[in-house]
């Protein structure tokens, strides 16, 4: 089955700078890869996903990028500000159990002021 | 409405009670979802329900039994659970499953934080 990994586990940047969150997985059938967001006592979040037919997508100061041959994708957050403290989940589903989403191990993201 | 409510938003109960976990979503989607949530993991599939039937039971446990009573409501029976059981319990909903890359998005409700004694 499809395993997920997930780097760093925690990640601290400086207000304003730039952050990064890595993920690999094992199953070249996946073909979803959605980020989720998760707040203090709440729920996940989709932030932004992407498709395997496509390399890179950009929503304002987030960015995801995908290597299918290298079979890694990463988060990319510029301009980074206190409301993006959170921990950020990776994951990954195929189209054969489309309804099954694996979830990275998660990345706790603090930004100092 | 592109909401996922779940009720209560915290539970304690005793390893005999018997108590239940609602979640409701009104976006005309057809599957739903309940993920345990443990401290600093990310979500584990329990169940999947679609089209109001059971899809998917990852070997779950008797003691939790899930009901979908609609396309729109979700619900999760608990009865004689262990200590190990406490977490938080999240439901999910998408527009369908199986059905190629449109429907893979799953919208999440903030959870129900149960601990049980």
């Known amino acids: ?113 | 409405d592109t909401e996922v409510t779940q009720t209560p938003k915290h539970l304690v109960m005793g390893m005999t009670n018997k108590k239940s976990l609602k979640c409701e979503q009104h976006m005309g989607h057809r599957a739903m979802y309940w993920y345990k949530q443990k401290a600093k993991k990310p979500p584990e599939l329990m169940f999947v329900y679609s089209y109001e039937k059971l899809s998917i039971n990852e070997s779950v446990p008797s003691r939790f039994s899930p009901e979908c009573p609609n396309s729109s409501l979700l619900n999760l029976h608990l009865h004689a659970l262990q200590p190990e059981d406490s977490a938080l319990y999240l439901c999910a909903s998408s527009q369908d499953i199986d059905r190629g890359f449109s429907y893979n998005e799953q919208f999440f409700g903030p959870g129900t934080r149960l601990t049980v004694l």
């Open chain 1, 1 to 113: 089955g499809e395993n997920v990994e997930q780097h760093p586990s925690t990640l601290s940047v400086q207000e304003g700078d730039s952050a990064v969150i890595k993920c690999t997985y094992s199953d070249s059938a996946s073909n979803y890869f959605p980020w989720y967001k998760q707040e203090l006592g709440k729920g996940p979040q989709l932030i932004i996903d992407i498709r395997s037919n496509v390399g890179e997508k950009k929503d304002q100061r987030i960015a995801v990028t995908l290597n299918k041959t290298a079979k890694h994708f990463s988060l990319h957050i510029t301009e980074t500000q206190p409301e993006d403290s959170a921990v950020y989940f990776c994951a990954a589903s195929g189209y054969s159990s489309a309804s099954k989403i694996i979830f990275g191990s998660g990345t706790r993201l603090s930004i100092r002021p």
